[in-house]
């Protein structure tokens, strides 16, 4: 049977008394796997492995079960090796690579900031903040909309405003809370947001970060969404061993 694998942690005996109950409808329970110092928390991996709510929670809440005591380097959902012996060759050669990553992460965490407008009430911002704008919708308004030509011109000036509040937006999410994070990873925006990150967080600073994106989310209420995920084992910032 094929093994699934949730994260590695650094092998000593507390592994032991771990009973935890992973992925699949029997609910697995979790094993370890160790060779050379590091051990991968797995489990019989079931068939047709899908990513269905209950088995995205087991996966998760193994990770954070974990995490409240070791430091560990979480897998994504839906790792899965042929057997315990092809995991247990993995750590092997991969040892020192994991270790090292267990030392840089050991009481990290990772919090995950998306942030998006509300896209009329971005509009009305611009338009707020540019006199000339303002004036020159009021002006089309009054001549039936002007004339197709106009009406472009106006779009594309309102574009380029738009997209400078995005870049402004995005900054003024992600500024703030770069300071209280060691290391930040950007990702694309999704679903026409306008900022998509990742930060990694020394535990004792989680209550800062938590206060900081509060204040930031309290800010910009008025016409953007931001929403904060985590704290999270940090899935961003595990990097993988060069081949």
């Given at each position: 049977m094929s093994t699934y694998v949730y994260g590695?942690?650094?092998d000593d005996e507390s592994l032991d008394g771990v009973k935890l109950s992973g992925?699949?409808?029997?609910?697995?329970?979790?094993?370890?796997?160790?060779a050379y110092g590091v051990a991968a928390a797995v489990s019989d991996a079931p068939e047709g492995l899908r990513a269905k709510r209950r088995d995205l929670e087991a996966h998760q809440n193994v990770l954070q079960d974990l995490a409240q005591a070791r430091g560990v380097l979480p897998l994504r959902f839906g790792a899965v090796s042929e057997d315990d012996d092809a995991v247990a060759a993995e750590l092997a050669r991969f040892a020192d690579h994991y270790s090292v990553l267990l030392d840089q992460?050991?009481?990290?965490?990772?919090?995950n900031v998306k942030a998006s407008h509300n896209e009329e009430a971005a509009?009305?911002?611009?338009l707020r903040a540019d006199e000339g704008l303002r004036a020159r919708n009021e002006e089309l308004k009054a001549a039936g909309g002007g004339t197709p030509a106009e009406r472009m011109a106006f779009g594309e000036q309102v574009s380029q405003a738009v997209?400078?509040?995005r870049r402004r937006d995005a900054e003024a999410v992600l500024k703030?809370?770069?300071g209280l994070a060691e290391r930040v990873s950007a990702w694309p925006a999704v679903d026409g947001g306008l900022a998509n990150a990742s930060f990694l967080v020394h535990r004792d600073r989680t209550g800062d970060f938590l206060r900081?994106?509060?204040r930031v989310q309290q800010e910009?209420?008025?016409?953007?969404?931001?929403r904060v995920n985590g704290p999270l084992p940090p899935y961003s910032f595990v990097a993988s061993p060069q081949q």
């Open positions: 590695i942690v650094r992925v699949g409808q029997d609910a697995a329970p979790v094993r370890f796997v160790r992460l050991q009481g990290r965490v990772e919090f509009l009305r911002a611009v997209e400078e509040l703030p809370l770069e900081e994106a509060a910009l209420a008025s016409y953007m969404e931001v």
